[in-house]
């Protein structure tokens, strides 16, 4: 059997981190001990003078759901906490969660919320209105996982040209990226600035997550995903209440006293 170190290249033993080597042990168990479940491939990058906490999913592995109500009594979840307890109490690990698209002032979501193949909140199509705030500033769009188990982000009306049913799906805005360009509505030197958060689709099966650890505007936000990360279609979904969790790692973006309920929740539970 290969020891550790002979699996680490030569060249680069002196740069590991003892989060890299724990990662390797992981991924190859320790002698005599039966092999442990994938760690997920999260880590913190630089850009720009501003950190982002940046989760990579592969979608052949990590199977990505999307919650609101818990199915059994249809109260909200609201919280990754709560999700996150909900998953203990049926013997699944949470190892990723991210809070989804744009919602109302009833905290529902304000566009196209898939479950599970159920369309729970229809394609919002509706332009222009204030009460929608970045979801009006246009063209908005939408993330979906297909029953295929490949993912895209797309234009709101491009999704609806497709005519294809998904089995998860969040409806937000603004686009950031599409095919390959910044939204043309972003100002290079804006003043706005929050933590945000965002997913892009790399590959048919590699999504992509990142928020924030500071305030950044729209601009920033949305050459991240161009310049630093190599996605041509990125979806803003939420701004200063965002946050990702990651078993064993915490959460990263908005401080906790910025964070309100949401309304729909990304997640990966470990399998049981």
Not at 145 to 152: E, F, K, L, S, T
Not at 161 to 188: E, H, R, V
Request: glycine residues 10%; proline residues 6%.
């Amino acid at each position: 059997m290969h020891s550790l170190a002979s699996l680490i290249p030569r060249a680069g033993r002196a740069h590991w981190s003892w989060h890299a080597l724990l990662s390797l042990l992981l991924l190859t168990g320790m002698p005599g001990c039966a092999p442990t479940a994938r760690a997920l491939d999260s880590g913190t990058l630089a850009f720009e003078g501003q950190n982002y906490r940046v989760v990579h999913l592969d979608l052949k592995r990590e199977h990505l759901s999307l919650h609101w109500r818990d199915p059994q009594n249809g109260q909200p979840f609201s919280s990754i906490e709560t999700l996150r307890q909900w998953g203990e109490a049926r013997g699944q690990r949470l190892l990723f969660a991210a809070n989804a698209g744009i919602y109302d002032r009833q905290f529902a979501p304000l566009g196209l919320h898939v479950e599970d193949g159920k369309t729970v909140v229809p394609l919002n199509l509706a332009h222009g209105n204030p009460a929608s705030g970045n979801f009006s500033l246009l063209p908005n769009g939408v993330f979906a996982v297909y029953p295929d188990g490949h993912a895209a982000v797309r234009t709101s009306a491009a999704f609806k040209a497709a005519g294809k049913s998904a089995q998860w799906a969040t409806q937000s805005g603004p686009m950031l990226l599409i095919d390959g360009k910044l939204n043309d509505q972003f100002i290079d030197d804006s003043s706005s600035l929050k933590w945000r958060s965002g997913v892009c689709v790399k590959t048919p099966t590699e999504v992509i997550f990142a928020v924030s650890e500071a305030p950044v505007n729209f601009h920033t936000f949305g050459r991240l995903f161009r310049d630093k990360l190599g996605c041509r279609d990125a979806l803003y979904l939420d701004g200063s209440i965002s946050q990702l969790y990651v078993d064993g790692e915490g959460y990263a973006g908005a401080p906790a006293f910025m964070v309100k309920p949401y309304a729909g929740i990304f997640a990966v539970f470990a399998k049981p």
